[in-house]
């Protein structure tokens, strides 16, 4: 189980995100004519601890969430709800221990030449978690 499939069942599983999107979270980019609003999921680095002489199980990895609308004020309103299920999340998802999530950064996007234009919220958060 990656750690991409946890924050996929964290976010699906939020009732305040799923009443939003649904299961319209898509890895990298949506399929083309997906309804809106949509998010899309990226890792963008991972960091490894190590030992002295052998994995220590623990990872550090940044994934950006992007939250797509029509409108501004849709597509804040879902990165809303996106950070307030992961900002500060310690638990277990999917069966990867989650050991904190943070939200490292966000910027607002516009995308004109999309068809529909499109507004982007896009976050980045550095997730500590175990891996298998």
Do not use: K, W
Not at 29 to 53: F, H
Not at 72 to 99: K, M, Q, S
């Amino acid at each position: 189980m990656s750690i991409e499939r946890a924050l996929y069942s964290l976010l699906t599983g939020n009732a305040g995100v799923a009443a939003l999107i649904g299961e319209r979270l898509f890895p990298v980019v949506a399929p083309l004519g997906t309804a809106t609003p949509y998010c899309t999921y990226q890792r963008i680095s991972a960091r490894r601890v190590r030992s002295l002489t052998q994995r220590s199980g623990l990872s550090f990895a940044r994934i950006q969430v992007d939250a797509l609308a029509t409108t501004y004020a849709g597509a804040r309103g879902l990165a809303d709800a996106i950070r307030a299920t992961l900002d500060g999340y310690r638990g277990t998802a999917g069966g990867i221990a989650i050991e904190s999530a943070t939200l490292q950064s966000d910027q607002d996007i516009y995308e004109g030449e999309a068809e529909p234009p499109l507004y982007r919220v896009s976050q980045d958060f550095l997730l500590a978690h175990t891996e298998e």
